[in-house]
């Protein structure tokens, strides 16, 4: 694949600061571990999405890759550096007084529809419900390229974006198999569609198989086992080498590898 031509980006509109705590701020988080406001405290956690809403401003992104991580690093498997990932889009929302001011929304897809760790959801929130629900003090950014960026907007603007959702939900999710979905693979389809202009669920995950090298895990011998010890994670999408997933970091290596990252930073805390 060949890069996408550079395009200019629209003039930036003004940024207004909307943050709303929703319960889903810890999504792909561990029920065991502090995160959010109640580790960092409600002030540290309303200054810190508002940088992550002027960051993103000032370098006039439209659409961005996020992730975080909801569970202490030292319990992830190798490979794995964050639980969640989402798209952060600059957009027009609607005040409670009613008028309409841009900012930055969340477009997730979490785990526990009607309370069930086998099914996945898609809802939209904000950068502030996002980094409620960290417990490592970092969020990732992954920025594409412009015309990217353009693109993916389009695809979320677009019934593919809901119909590309698969419900059935695997923890590990093998993005190479039309079987399971989850936040990551959600997202790596999207990109998909963007980038070949296409909802063609077929040829989207024929290119996934072609092109994308997903994150081989290996667990402990009581977690390899299967759902009985780790909740959502199911092994019936596994390969034969392995359980393998898609991650925050193989999904920007993908797009790096292919010229379509802008650029790629972090955002602590502190």
Not at 156 to 164: C, G
Not at 174 to 200: E, S
């Amino acid at each position: 694949m060949k890069p996408f031509p550079k395009i200019l980006r629209r003039a930036a509109l003004l940024l207004a600061a909307v943050a709303l705590l929703h319960s889903s701020a810890s999504a792909g988080s561990s029920a065991a571990s502090i995160c959010g406001v109640e580790k960092y405290g409600e002030a540290a956690i309303r200054d810190y999405s508002q940088r992550l809403n002027d960051r993103l401003d000032r370098d006039k992104v439209n659409v961005a890759i996020i992730a975080r991580a909801g569970r202490p690093r030292s319990e992830l498997p190798r490979g794995i550096s964050y639980t969640h990932v989402a798209l952060c889009v600059f957009e027009p929302v609607r005040t409670p007084d009613g008028a309409v001011a841009y900012t930055y929304t969340v477009y997730n897809l979490y785990q526990g529809d009607q309370g069930r760790d086998d099914r996945s959801y898609l809802a939209q929130d904000f950068t502030y419900d996002f980094v409620a629900g960290v417990v490592e003090p970092d969020v990732a950014v992954c920025v594409p390229t412009d015309e990217l960026q353009r693109r993916l907007l389009a695809v979320i603007r677009s019934p593919a974006y809901v119909a590309l959702h698969n419900p059935d939900y695997n923890l590990l999710t093998n993005p190479w198999v039309d079987r399971y979905d989850n936040c990551v693979t959600h997202t790596l389809k999207l990109c998909m569609a963007a980038i070949y202009q296409t909802a063609d669920r077929a040829r989207i995950y024929d290119d996934i198989h072609a092109y994308f090298r997903p994150t081989h895990v290996r667990l402990g011998p009581l977690k390899t086992i299967g759902s009985a010890f780790i909740t959502g994670l199911s092994r019936d999408d596994m390969d034969r080498s392995g359980l393998q997933t898609a991650s925050y970091d193989s999904l920007k290596a993908f797009l790096e590898a292919n010229g379509l990252v802008k650029e790629s930073f972090t955002v602590s805390v502190n």
